[in-house]
């Protein structure tokens, strides 16, 4: 299977921390891309990073990619009780295929 | 950007009966995908849906079972026939962004079959 390796399967914070997440997936790849996911709804994308880079930031995110180690990491700072969700890194080999992460389930406590 | 309306959101159905889950675009797009998400678990791609042409399963799923329909380049359903207990999932419908690499979603459909 192409899919992707989430750790932790579940995270706890007080609000205010920053939240880590890690995606370790198996084959080469075209990009990388962390969704979110609120409450078995549809999933938002957050991020994409590409192949040739090593990091990304978009606001409260940063993304880094080891194509050498096949993995990637999310990092949501100075969190809050909003960001309560489900995050899924997904890679992209071809085109439109993508294979998603088994997912990290992230609770903020206020 | 792209915004899919999914439907329906929810829905409780009696084994052996069948369940269409309609997914509308608001741009023309190539390809939508389905996925189902089982409680707790990642997406799982079911099958990519060409219009035009029969929709490419992906392994451990069949047309009899996933039936899929792709009648223009803005609409798709998914069929999930004769349902068992084993199908209570969530249903996502996707597409992909074009020319930006990332995927847009439907609210998804939550299925219980009792």
């Known amino acids: 299977s192409q899919q992707g390796e989430e750790d932790p399967q579940a995270l706890s914070i007080q609000e205010g921390e920053n939240a880590t997440m890690n995606c370790s997936y198996k084959?080469?790849?075209?990009?990388l891309q962390w969704y979110r996911q609120n409450s078995g709804r549809g999933l938002v994308h957050l991020i994409l990073?590409?192949?040739?880079?090593r990091e990304k930031h978009s606001g409260r995110l940063r993304v880094t990619l080891d194509t050498s180690k096949k993995s990637s990491s999310l990092l949501i700072t100075a969190s809050r009780a909003a960001d309560t969700a489900s995050y899924f890194c997904?890679?992209?080999?071809?085109?439109?295929?993508?294979?998603f992460g088994t997912g990290t389930s992230l609770t903020v406590i206020p | 950007s792209a915004v899919i309306s999914q439907k329906p959101s929810r829905d409780i159905c009696q084994r052996g009966t069948s369940l269409t889950i309609q997914c509308q675009v608001d741009?023309?797009?190539?390809?939508m995908f389905w996925y189902r998400q089982q409680p707790g678990q990642s997406l799982t791609l079911i099958a990519t849906?060409?219009?035009?042409?029969?929709?490419?399963?992906e392994s451990g799923f069949v047309i009899d079972k996933f039936p899929i329909s792709r009648p223009n380049l803005t609409f798709s359903t998914l069929t999930v026939s004769n349902m068992s207990p084993e199908d209570s999932s969530i249903y996502l419908c996707?597409?992909?962004?074009?020319?930006?690499?990332?995927?847009?979603f439907g609210q998804g459909t939550r299925l219980t079959v009792v």
């Open positions: 849906a060409n219009q035009g042409s029969e929709a490419t399963y």
């Open positions: 084959t080469s790849i075209n990009n």
């Open positions: 741009s023309q797009v190539t390809m």
């Open positions: 997904a890679t992209v080999i071809t085109g439109n295929q993508f294979y």
């Open positions: 996707s597409v992909g962004g074009q020319g930006t690499g990332e995927a847009f």
């Open positions: 990073i590409r192949s040739n880079e």
